[in-house]
């Protein structure tokens, strides 16, 4: 059966404008790499000085760049004030701990109470239905 042009020429243009498509969307993407590229060098510090920079080793004066060794009255200061910081991070958790078991321990006894007295309603209504006349009753809370 042979194909009918204007149908040729739709399929042809279908074709071509898939196509363009590909090439619109991969000319975005290497304008999208070219954006990362410019804010990268943007980014990027500038330093004035080559790359590598060699000095000889007789010019270095070790001793300038040696750290200073802290003094032991110094370094009493620094673990004193870690302990100090441990130890009230220490007593905000056991203050928070202790805030959260008080507060379950009254909703426990609530609840303890709560269902105390559901029982002993229950077991009033049940003697009070059960009573038959011939014994005396149990007191009223028992």
């Known amino acids: 059966m042979p194909i009918n042009p204007f149908e040729f020429n ?4 279908r074709q071509t404008d898939r196509q363009t498509e590909r090439e619109r969307e ?6 999208r790499e070219r954006e990362r ?5 943007q980014t990027q510090p500038v330093s004035l000085l080559p790359e590598k920079v060699s000095f000889p080793q007789s010019l270095i004066p070790l001793n300038r760049f040696v750290r200073k060794q802290p003094t032991i009255q110094c370094m ?5 004030s870690e302990q100090r910081v441990r130890l009230s ?3 905000r958790r056991r203050e928070y701990y202790d805030e959260q078991r008080n507060e379950f321990e009254n909703y426990v006894e609530e609840e303890r109470d709560e269902q ?4 002993r309603e229950k077991t009033e209504q049940w003697r009070e239905f059960h ?6 009753r149990y007191p009223r809370g028992w």
């Open 131 to 136: 009573y038959d006349g011939l014994y005396p």
């Open 89 to 91: 991070a220490d007593e």
């Open 26 to 31: 991969r000319e975005r993407e290497r304008e």
């Open 116 to 119: 105390d007295e559901r029982t």
């Open 10 to 13: 739709l399929i042809r243009h």
């Open 37 to 41: 590229e410019r804010e990268r060098e």
């Open 76 to 80: 009493c200061v620094v673990v004193v």
